[in-house]
Every structure is written in C-alpha cells, then in structure tokens.
C-alpha cells in the first residue's frame, strides 16, 4: 500500500534485506530492517562496526555498489516514491536534491584537486531545477559557505587549506546546497576532535530547525544519540534490536541486552568504578550468521529458545524490542 | 635493582619542533612531567596538539629538540648507542591504528616474535616460540589464530598483537598511544581492561595519550591535559574530573557528550575558531585565539603553570590569585 505523496513519511522503509556477493559467500548485512522516519524528525541509527548502519544509508541512496551488492527483500519508500521502481535518471535528480548525505570521513570524501568553492557548485549544476543562472550559482555556493560558517572568500582554496573541522563544514555544505528534504548523515563526527565535534553538531541541529529537514543520524556514540535524535533504533547484525524514543531507550525498564550492554561498556566520567563491563566475544560472522538470536552467542541472558528460534517483535506504546525475554504478548 | 623512590620516567622541559617550509613547527614545546612506578600518565588533547610526538619523543623515537628525557634516573640523552639500544628494550609503545602498525606480510607468532628476534632475546626460534605462545595466552588471543594473518582478524584481535608485540621484551614503561580508538565501543572496554589487569600483575607504568576524557578516566593516576605542544592543566585524575581549572579542560568536559537523558536540555559551551597554527606560534596563552575568558594580558606573554593546589595546575593567569 502506497502512502499519497501528501502524508507520506519522510523514509518509510519496510522490511530490507541486503545482501554482498562474493565470490564463495554471501553476506547478509541488512536482515529485515523496518522504520519510518517523519519530516522534521530526526531518527538515530546506532549500532556498531558490521551492525548494517551504512549499507542501510547506501540501500536508501540506491548507492550500493550493484557488481556485489543487492536488495534481497522489501521496499524503501522516499516521500512516497518507491526508490527500487525509479528509473535511474529520476534517481539522480533526487539524490541530491530530495534527499542528501553527509559522509563519514571529511578527509577522503572531498576531490583534493578541485577548489572547494567548485565542489559545492557541482552538485548546484546538476540539480539545477530552479534554472538558476551561474550567477546565482555562485551567490548560493557563497550563501551555504556562510551558512555553516566558512568565510566566501575561501571557495577558491582548495581542500588541503583546510583544518578537519572545516573539511567537514564544506561536506555538509555539499549536502545541504539544494537544500534536501531529508539529510543523512553518516558518523559526521567521528573523524574530529570532541570540541569541534560540538560545533559541527550544533550546526546540523541550527540547519535542521531552519530548514525542517528530516534527519537520520548514523553513529556509534550514544552521547550524540541523546543530543540530536528524536527516536532510536539499535542495531545488531543487520537487524533493529530495538526501537523507541530517546526517553523509552535512555530511561530504566525493559530494554534489549545488547542496548544494555552498550550502555555498560562505554566508560562514563561519572563513575568511579575502575574496570569497565565490556560485551564478551565479537560480532558475528556475516557469512554465517548464529541460528535463532543474533545476539544470543554473547548475550548475557541467553535462554535455551534463544539459540533456536528468531524472537519476534513485541511492542509497547511505540517501544519496540526483538528478544524473547519480552515475546509473545506485549511486554510489561 | 633500581632505585623506587625516583620517577621511572621524567622529562624535564622537553622540546620537540619539526622543521617545515614556512617556519618551525613546535609539536612539543617545554612539557615536564614524571610518572612514578606502577602509575599511569594520562596525557589528553586534541588531534594535532602533539600528545603522539610527545610519546616517540620520551621513548626515543624522535631525537628531542630540547629538553631532556630520564629513564630510571639515567639521562637517555647522554647514552652511548649500545647503552641506549639496552635500555630501549625497557619501553615500548602500542599503536593508535590496529590496522596500518602490523606488517600485512607476517602471520601473528612471527609479528609477536619480531621484537625478540631483532633484539636477540629469548634464545633460539624455539624459545622464541613458546615465549609467543604465553604472550597470546595473555592477551586473549587463540593459539589458533598463530598462523593467521592481520587482515583475516578484526580490529579488537589486532589490536591484541599490538598488545602482546609491547609486552614481548618485557619492558617496564609502555606508551600507549590512542589504543582504542579505532575500535568499537564494547571491545574497547575488553582492551582497556586488558591493560588494567596486565599492570596490575606486572606493575607496568604507563604513559596513557588519548583524545577521549571518558577513557582516560578509569586508567590514570594523574593526567595532563595538552594544547598546542604544551600542558594547559595537571593534576590526579580526581582533580581534573573534580574540579577542572583551565578554560580548554573545562571546555573538553562541556563538548563531551554524555549517554544520559539529562544532557539533552544542557547547553553546550561551544568554542568559537579553529585551533590555531603550531608553526610559529605567537607568544602568549596558544588558546587565547579560542578562549571565552580571553583578556589582553593573556597574549602579552607566555602563561606558567600555576599551582592551585598541591599536585594540581594549570597554565591559566585567571588561576595566578589560586594559587596566592
């Protein structure tokens, strides 16, 4: 059933499976994944290395490398638009300019031998729907610079002039020149120092209130999860774990042991305790990944159905969780 | 045996610039500091401040500028080659990056058994062998991943290797620099526990550098906090995360973002401006440029560390009445 454009939801995204060839194995990255996310909303994405974060943002940008890779299963719906059944030239025209990403390493995602000033203008001449002339071209690559807060006159340098910050200033500037209804942003500071990670936070969050852009935020750190997202869904081994708003995941109560057991490996400044409680044993393989549970080899409440049979999904007042310790009726 | 009431490693005033282009670039500039036996050091900052060229510098790796460095009392400046190849085989250092500080082309029992082979310890192959065989028992490595090679293991495992290769000669002092931040946040907690229990059983003393205050916290005994080539604050670990004096700490703790729900009304104290150029720097405070308390007098000339307490300081002239 499609939603009409009018109400549509900003990412609808029902039940993705992605898979990577090689040449002996397949490896299933995405196993069923399914979210919505609304307009002006922003929606975190958590989980870590191999849990299928990126692989998700690359399937929604129909940007996986098509040798390898494949969607297996499900739909993903952009505003209304089923992305899988668009024509590739309709494709183009939406990345970009309905929907935009933030990569993940400022150091390798700018050209070093363009001027920084023609990197913005390039995505500006491609999505040209508003006929802009070169002249107004140019006024909007100097209006996104100011926006997040580079000075115009530094569109002629080129990316080496650039401190890490700033590279990753002039990233988000690319994404947000034709002004994107949906942003995604993918670890967008991962790669900086924590001061300036603030600051590069701060202007995403400005940029969204501005705009009212719909966010999906990829991260690892639940720290920036609980400063920048409405709703949260962990992710492991390809599958949400468990679903919610900030107050549902960071509050006491029922919660997934691989989120609790996040939560208990990072180190916190509050504590005194000297050692830290990190989760036993290593994501799984891929390739093979365990029967029943995903997380059932590390998991510290592993039941014998665990290892046996898929939990299903209950859910409670919009909190979803996938573990047997809440199955069958809704949890309490 | 060495004498325990003396630091095991002391720098005093220590200087290391690099010679670029446009100038001198001042990546350590004048940082003292000692660490006592079994004690951990932890030295934070941001990227580019110099806490890496700090480590190679105390360890050897980089000759010093200026300054020097004391190893167990021994000036590691005056040794001859042979006296400082013997003492080298004291320290060691582990790896920011698991994935680009192992050789790609040796299985894991030949990069543990590297630093025995270069330095002629621990007898034949043989012997050799088996020493690698306890260190992977240490570490938490498999026996059967011996003759695997770096790319086939994950970042934890590698980072293992890292590990076991500095605890090969069974050195007293290792740097560690930045061990887990490439790795994800639950086998970071498995590495740093590692090396928690390792200097417990063997009373190693650690150099700890990380740009990540949450990690330096449960590690170090005392921590220095670094800007621009020089120490901005020391003090014990409690001191710092109690009661941090200088601007820049106080700043690291407000843009560290914290897993709790009550973080999301904070408002963060963000800093203005970029961090400024470490080649030539000017005279004066290095974090005038991005500080709010900024007045005249902190540019005029260079700020001294300031002792507010006993063991705590900071280079900050708004902490010169503290410290009376």
Redesign the interface.
């Known amino acids: 059933m499609k939603d009409t454009k009018a109400n549509a939801a900003a990412i609808d995204v029902r039940d993705l499976y992605v898979e990577y060839r090689t040449d002996d194995a397949v490896v299933r990255a995405v196993n069923g994944i399914s979210f919505r996310l609304e307009k002006g909303r922003t929606l975190g994405l958590v989980g870590?290395?191999g849990a299928g974060k990126t692989t998700t943002a690359l399937a929604l940008m129909r940007l996986l490398p098509d040798r390898v890779s494949h969607v297996a299963g499900g739909e993903i719906y952009i505003r209304g638009d089923d992305v899988m059944a668009l024509p590739d030239r309709t494709m183009n025209l939406i990345r970009g300019e309905i929907i935009s990403m933030i990569f993940q390493d400022p150091m390798t995602a700018l050209n070093p031998i363009m001027t920084v000033g023609d990197q913005i203008k390039e995505s500006l001449k491609i999505h040209n729907s508003e006929k802009r002339s070169e002249r107004e071209i140019d006024a909007r690559v100097d209006e996104v610079l100011e926006l997040v807060g580079i000075p115009a006159e530094r569109k002629k340098d080129y990316p080496l002039a650039f401190?890490?910050?700033?590279k990753q200033r002039i990233v988000i500037a690319i994404a947000l020149a034709c002004s994107p209804d949906i942003l995604i942003a993918d670890e967008p500071t991962t790669a900086l120092?924590?001061?300036?990670?603030?600051?590069v936070?701060?202007l995403i969050d400005e940029l969204k209130q501005k705009l009212g852009t719909a966010l999906l935020m990829i991260t690892?750190?639940?720290?920036?999860?609980?400063?920048t997202c409405d709703d949260v869904a962990v992710m492991y081994a390809g599958q949400i774990v468990e679903y919610g708003s900030?107050?549902q995941i960071?509050?006491p109560g029922d919660h997934h042991p691989y989120t609790e057991?996040?939560?208990?490996?990072?180190?916190?400044?509050?504590s005194k305790?000297?050692?830290?409680?990190?989760?036993?044993g290593?994501?799984p393989d891929p390739t093979a990944l365990p029967e029943g549970c995903k997380f059932s080899p590390r998991c510290p409440k592993c039941m014998e159905i665990c290892r046996t049979q898929e939990p299903a999904e209950s859910e409670r007042d919009g909190h979803r969780l996938k573990c047997h310790l809440f199955g069958g009726e809704a949890h309490e | 045996m060495s004498d325990r009431s003396i630091p095991l490693v002391q720098a005093e005033g220590l200087k290391k610039y690099f010679k670029r282009t446009r100038g001198m670039l001042h990546a350590v500039d004048g940082i003292d500091f000692s660490i006592m036996r079994g004690e951990t050091l932890g030295v934070v900052g941001e990227s580019g401040c110099g806490k890496s060229t700090l480590g190679r510098t105390v360890i050897g790796l980089h000759e010093a500028t200026g300054g020097r460095v004391l190893f167990d009392g021994q000036d590691m400046g005056g040794l001859s080659r042979a006296e400082r190849r013997k003492i080298s085989t004291r320290m060691s250092m582990i790896f920011q990056d698991p994935y680009s500080s192992l050789n790609p082309r040796m299985c894991v029992a030949d990069l543990i058994a590297d630093p025995m082979r270069i330095n002629h310890m621990h007898g034949d192959r043989y012997g050799r062998y088996k020493k690698v065989a306890e260190l992977m028992e240490t570490v938490g490595l498999a026996q059967r991943v011996a003759g695997s090679y770096p790319h086939e293991l994950d970042g934890g495992r590698r980072q293992r290797i890292g590990v076991a290769r500095a605890l090969a000669l069974d050195p007293e002092f290792i740097v560690c620099d930045e061990p887990v931040s490439a790795l994800d946040v639950s086998i970071q907690a498995q590495i740093l526990n590692l090396l928690m229990d390792l200097q417990d059983e063997r009373g190693l003393t650690y150099m700890f550098i990380t740009h990540d205050l949450s990690v330096v916290k449960h590690i170090s005994t005392n921590i220095m906090v670094t800007y621009l080539g020089k120490c901005v604050e020391m003090g014990s670990s409690d001191q710092i995360f109690d009661d941090p004096k200088h601007p820049y700490t106080k700043a690291l703790f407000s843009a560290l973002p914290e897993p709790v729900l009550e973080a999301r009304d904070k408002q963060t104290e963000l800093l203005r401006g970029e961090v400024s150029n470490p080649v030539n720097p000017p005279s004066g405070c290095r974090f005038a440029g991005r500080c709010p308390l900024r007045t005249d007098v902190c540019t005029a000339a260079d700020v001294p560390l300031y002792e507010t307490e006993p063991g705590h300081m900071a280079a900050c002239i708004l902490c010169r009445e503290d410290a009376g």
């Not at chain 1, 305790?273 to 989760?279: D, G, M, V």
């Open positions: 870590e290395t401190s890490g910050g700033m120092d924590v001061t300036i990670q603030a600051q936070l701060a690892h750190d639940l720290g920036i999860v609980v400063k900030v107050q960071f509050s057991g996040l939560f208990g490996a990072i180190p916190n400044v509050r305790a000297r050692r830290l409680t990190p989760i036993e290593l994501m």
